[in-house]
Structures are given as C-alpha cells and as structure tokens.
C-alpha cells in the first residue's frame, strides 16, 4: 500500500526520504514565483525582518473638518428648510431702452424681467418726481441726468409703470449722448428726488420685498458586515488608523474606515450635492422593493454657481503675481457691490495657492511673508490660532483674508481628478436668525448644516449594530452589521457674499 500522489491528496500529504523542513510542510509568506518575486517561506532557517504596522503612505487620508471650520451644525424637524434674504435697499434698473421722444426730454422703458422674474404683473418702483442717473451699459462711462415727469405703463403684456417720461438736467434732448439712445442699453438709479414749492407729496410707495431660498435633506447611509467567526480571527498586521483604532483585529481596520469614510462623504454631499431636476424619480432598494423619492440637496458649489459669484480661470495666462493680483482686484471689486464683508476665508487648491503666493511675494518685494500686513481679527488676533487652523492671512483694499489649502480639492481621490473647481471664498459673516426650537433669536453664520432631529430622534449622525456577534443579539445571523445613517442639508444664506474659482 502506498499514497497516492497523482492530485487526490494535498501536498502535505506527499511522501519523503527523510524527516526535513520542506516548502510543503509550512505556509509561504509574500511569495510570488509567478510574478518575478523570490519565494520567501517559513521553512528557510532565516526569520525576516517584520513590520507589524502598515506605511501610511497616503498620509492623513481622511477629507473632513471644512464645514466644522467655517459653520455649525442645528437641528430642524421638518422635511424643508426655508429661509428669506433681504433685497436691495436701492432702486436701481439694467438693460433699460432710453429714447429722445414723447412729450419731454426723453423716454426709458425699465425692462423689468430681471427684477421680477416669473411675475404676473411686475411693476416699476421708479416714480414721478424722483431724480435717475443712466449710464451705458457697454462702459459705465457715458451718464446723464434726468427728472421723472410722469410714469406710464408701456403696453407690453401686462407690465405696469416701466415707462418714464423724463426731462434732462444737463443737456437737451438734442444733445443727448448717441451711447444713451436708441439701441444702445442702458443702466439707471434712483439717487433723489425734487419738488417744486407748494408741490403736492410724492404718490405711491414702495412695498419692501424678499426672496425665498429652501433646501430639502437628504438621508444618506452606510454599513460594515463581518461574519463572527473572522472577529476571532487575529492577524500578524498591527492596525493603526486616523481615529486611534489599534490592534490585531483586522475587522477593526475595516470598521474604522467604514466609518472615516462616511463621515467624509457627509461633508462632500454637502459640498457637491444637487438638486433632483427629473420629475418622479424613484429607486428601489432592498428586497422589499420599497420606493422612495429622491430630492436632491442644494450643496455649497451648485449654491453658489446658482446665487454667487463664479470666477473663472483665476491668474489666467499673465505672468505669476502681477496676473494674481489683476484677478484678485477683479474679485474685490465685485465684493464692493454685495454684502462688502470685511473678513473672508479661502480653501484653494494647490495651484491657486501658489498663484496667491506669487501675489503677494510680488507685493512684499519678493520676500513672501503670509503675516505681512495680516490682521487675525477672525482668529482674536492672534496669529497663532490662525497658523493653527493652517491658515495665513493678507490685508488687500478694506478686505482681510484667511488662506489655507483645501485637502479635498488634492486628494487624487475625490476633486484631485478633476481640475473643473479651484477653490471658494467663503464670508465669515453671520446672521440673526429667529430659531423655532430655541425660541431666541440666534446669530448663525452664513455657512451651516441642518440636520432632522425631535425630542425622539436625532439623525444626526446615527450608528447601530445589528446580528450576534460584536454584543449585539438582534437576530440568528452569525455577523456583525455596523450600519451608519444622516439626514442632513446644507444652508448657504447670503451666496452674493461667496466666491467660486473654476478653472479656464
């Protein structure tokens, strides 16, 4: 009798002359003979050299911590989040058609589109005896002044009190600019109004209004599963993970980045989020086939893109610094006509940042310093605080910035692959606000998360374990479920305030 090696045993069932260490009597470690690799194994007579802990080679590879820098998290007990925003306090029209006719010096028709969009009668906030400035739309160079006579409706649809006849102050109707007339768009405001003595008052008001903005929540979920019998199961990798886990646990490796990478993606769905725009759109999930509606959410970049300012190939072509700084005064001046918030924070990408460098290692004669001529208002002036938040600060015009790169625009993983966003400019601004739940009124910033959450409930962040093994005794499935869920929204309140840099 004999065994029989033709591949019905194992090779440790082989036979041999004598009783040695062989390859087939122990486990191999890292080889791959297949692959051009030497074949290491336990039964050579040399132990390696062991690294128990895994290279971090990607570094600190978690991308949170920028809402928690620039907002705050409150909690809502509704499916919505509806807030409203102050108009303009001036009057003030684009795009108007001005014209040398009628009974006076000139006539403009407002063209009311823009100011009232979607409106079933918009009508004109301009009225008789108040005093305009037009400028050309192409330059802004070219201006008149003019007295508001009367004012008309001009018969087109149903748009009411958009015609003015008017008379000018300084020129006559012959000599009125050809920039002005005809063809040629125009831009006017109210800066005045003048009456003459005995003069009956000033009819009509103006009626303030607001804009409403809402956003919706949505829930978003996660979960780790292990069988029991590999939570048992111990590894000769020692587990070391950004948020402290360590051991020889493999399973504990796989729930910490699990849960690192959740909490990631509830910041990147608030940055990224969108807005369902397809009408029904329904998923099903599980076994059940449970529909549910998809919304959408209104996240940072589409906020922006949609009521902010988006500039577009920021330093473009010029030279390093000089190019910068044209942009960046661009950008200033854009400010000016918003909200004009003194201190505001940048979260560029690594290529932007340099281009704020080259800025202003130009200003400082060449000598780059991110304190010069910095004031850390944000920060209780103290820079410190600031270096520690990784930010650097510069004063330009009558605005004072906070610079510091943005891991997530980088990372080779996530915004790294693409070069379409290089960066936001967010105000460090807050608001007064009434709060339902707290019954106060609170200052918020202009930045922040709402999340559901009840005397019952909150859905912040939730995390659960279901099944048998890890203490849980939930059901007779031999495993353990980790499973993660949120329901959140982000609010951007005041988006006329935030700058975004895309790339040309």
Known sequence: ???????????????????????????????????????????????????????????????????????????????????????????????????????????????????????????????????????????????????????????????????????????????????????????????????????????????????????SPIILKDNFEINGSDTAQIGWVEVATEDGTSGYLWYLKSESETRLRFDDYLEMSMVEGEKMTQANISFNYGPTAASSDIKGTEGLFAAIEARGNVYSGFAGAAAPGSGALGDFDTILKQLDKQGAIEENMLFLSRSTALDFDDMIAAQA????????????????????????????????GSYDFYKTDWKYLNDASTRGLSSAIDGVMIPAGTTTVYDQMMGTNIRRPFLHVRYRASETEDRRYKSWITGSVGGAYTSDLDAMRVNFLSERCLVTQAANNFVLFKGA
């Open 365 to 396: 004669g060449g000598g780059y310093s991110s304190t010069a001529s910095a004031s850390y208002g944000l920060f209780d002036n103290e820079e410190d605080m600031a270096l520690n938040f990784g930010f650097s600060g510069f004063r330009r």
């Open 1 to 215: 009798m004999s065994f029989n090696t033709g591949g019905s045993f194992p090779a440790s069932l082989a036979p041999a002359q004598k009783k040695l260490t062989l390859q087939d009597n122990y486990l191999s470690f890292n080889g791959d003979a297949a692959g051009g690799d030497p074949v290491n194994n336990f039964a050579q007579q040399y132990l390696p050299e062991l690294y128990e802990a895994e290279v971090e080679r990607y570094g600190n590879r978690t991308l949170g911590g920028f809402l928690r820098m620039v907002g705050a998290e409150m909690p809502m007990t509704s499916d919505q989040v509806i807030w409203s925003e102050q108009n303009r306090l001036h009057v003030g029209y684009s795009n108007a058609t001005t014209t040398v006719a009628g009974a006076f010096d000139i006539r403009v028709d407002l063209d009311l589109s823009a100011a009232f969009p979607g409106g079933n009668s918009p009508s004109g906030a301009v009225r008789q005896g108040q005093t305009i400035l037009i400028a050309d739309r192409a330059t802004g160079l070219v201006t008149a002044k003019a007295l508001v006579q009367s004012v008309a409706n001009s018969g087109v649809g149903t748009l009411v009190n958009d015609r003015l006849e008017c008379t000018l102050y300084e020129t006559a109707a012959g000599a009125f600019p050809a920039a002005l007339a005809g063809a040629n768009l125009t831009n006017l405001f109210v800066y005045g109004s003048e009456y003459g003595k005995g003069s009956v008052g000033m009819s009509g008001s103006i009626q303030p209004q607001f804009t409403q903005f809402s956003n």
